[in-house]
């Protein structure tokens, strides 16, 4: 008769996630009040709907949540994907259409997680991948400054602006239009989310514990409720608060949802569209998996290839629903696990709660000045790109401080994946420079010649080859020595055999020492090359050595 062993529950399971729900119950509500101004916020920097945030943010918690690797991880709208989502919609001509986008996205990271691409992301310099948040910094600061003033979009803060207007002008008509109750709120919201910053204040027991987020939002209601009560004239106006539609229920808010439009499939640019989100959305994933699982307590490792997999099914579900491109996210991670979360319950729960807000809390959502979202996203941009991290690169040194300043820029000019591509091929270029320098050496003593290949000899220095063999002259004699090498490129072989099949007509010895065979990729390996001339003595040999040394 055979015995049938009882599984035991993996970490993943529900049952297993009760255990620990007065550590997760809690620390769902914590990150929840962190989500809500991010959510809201990123929408607005992108310049879409604000439901579309809060469905992505829902479709965080209890689609990815689930289906997740990880036990911490909280994903949602990401701040790094703003800049993509912009410029892809201007491309697309309308979000219905950059919804089919996000849809094709989410399959092909679920294919990347299938084929076990996850490993790929420790791959990527971290030189480039800072340049790429730092330019996302600067980005978002410099949407974000007009809505701190008062405006919709920098579209609309230079409407009132002719073309013809000069500089200083133009600026004096823009500051005559600033909101004073905008700024107001958010430089107060600033404040407090630079000194829930600091130290001390994180160490307070009970305030301490509160999202600056949370707090910088509070700020921006209790300031329009004031303005509202004692000086109406002064108050913040409809578009320059939070603009939900009403929700009565499931029906009403499913018909609110924007829904992707399928006509466009014909269109090549939704596939680079498609192609950049997938790219960078799981790259920030990854970043974001791997320092979470640094933060884990209990040192648990994610999947990354699972993650991947879970993050293309809920952006296939967010595309579908009408909302926003997702990632994991450090910021609602790293709230997650201080809160003292334990399993993934807490995302599953923040998740429940951000859908509870859409269908109950529409009223006193709307009472959120745009101007305190806006200081929330002002606040992430500058921890993206503080000048800390800059001056960190330049210290570095040249191999790191180059790909940064070169994917920053790049990003700046053009686009993010081509400032990726173009961060990437500066830093291959450092990599390269630094494997090829000191393959090859030559000391020379009078007309006496030693070449050293010191390890493995690629095709990038055949440039150093031949100069190293152009101090060989007629009459001179010169020692290959290939004792330290393992590697030896069949472009390499072939310019040694060159040089040597024409060493006796330009009377010139050459002896050859411990010389790997050529190797090429498909290719046998090359026969040994010939021993042409005389063999040099020991003696002679050692006179080389102690020559002068002249590395290229």
Known sequence: MQTRVAERPSAGAIPHCFRHLRHDLPAGVVVFLVALPLC????????????????????????????????LSVSGPAAGLVVIVVNAIATLGSFDAFLVAVVLAGALQWVFGRLRAG?????????????????????????????????????????????????????????????????????????????????????????????????????GVGCQAFLRSAMPADALVEHQLVSLPAVDGWGSLLSQLASPDWSVLSNPQVYTVAVTLAVVASLETLLSLEAADRLDPLKRVAPPNRELQAQGVGNIVAGLLGGLPLTAVIVRSSANIQAGARTRLSAMLHGVLLLASVLLLVELLRWIPLAALA??????????????????????????????????????????????????????????????????????????????????????????????????????????????????????REALDDFVAHARERHIEVELRSLPPAEAPG???????????????????ASVGAGTRGTT
């Open 523 to 541: 290719r046998a390996a090359a026969p040994s090359m010939p021993r042409v001339a005389r063999a040099r003595t020991s003696a002679q040999a």
């Open 40 to 71: 809201l916020g990123i929408a607005l920097a992108s310049g879409v709907p604000l439901l579309a945030g809060l469905v992505s943010g829902v479709v965080g918690g209890l689609v990815v949540a689930v289906l997740s690797g990880s036990q």
């Open 119 to 219: 490993d790929l992301g420790a791959c990527f310099p971290s030189s480039v991948i800072k340049g790429m948040l730092s330019a996302i910094g600067v980005l978002l600061i410099i949407k974000q400054l007009p809505v701190a003033f008062g405006f919709a979009s920098t579209p609309q803060m230079l409407q009132g602006v002719p073309d013809d207007t000069q500089a200083l002008d133009a600026m004096a008509l823009v500051l005559d239009s600033v909101s004073e109750g905008a700024v107001a709120v958010a430089l107060g919201a600033l404040a407090i989310l630079f000194l829930w910053d600091q130290p001390f204040v994180k160490r307070l027991p009970v305030i301490g514990r509160l999202p600056g987020a949370l707090l910088a939002v509070l700020w």
């Open 375 to 492: 200081a929330v996203l002002l606040h992430t941009g500058y921890k993206l790109a503080k000048p800390a991290i800059v001056v960190a690169a330049w210290r570095q040194g040249p191999a790191a401080f180059v790909p940064f300043a070169v994917t920053l820029a790049a990003i700046l000019a053009t686009d993010l994946l081509m400032g990726i591509l173009m961060g990437l091929a500066t830093s291959m270029l450092f990599v390269i420079h630094a494997n090829t320098r000191g393959a090859l050496s030559i000391t020379s003593r009078e007309h006496a010649h030693l070449l050293q290949l010191s390890k493995d000899v690629s095709f990038f220095s055949k440039a150093t080859l031949r100069r190293c063999l152009e101090r060989v002259q007629p009459g001179h004699s010169l020692i290959i020595d290939g004792a330290r090498c393992r590697f030896i490129d069949r472009d390499i």
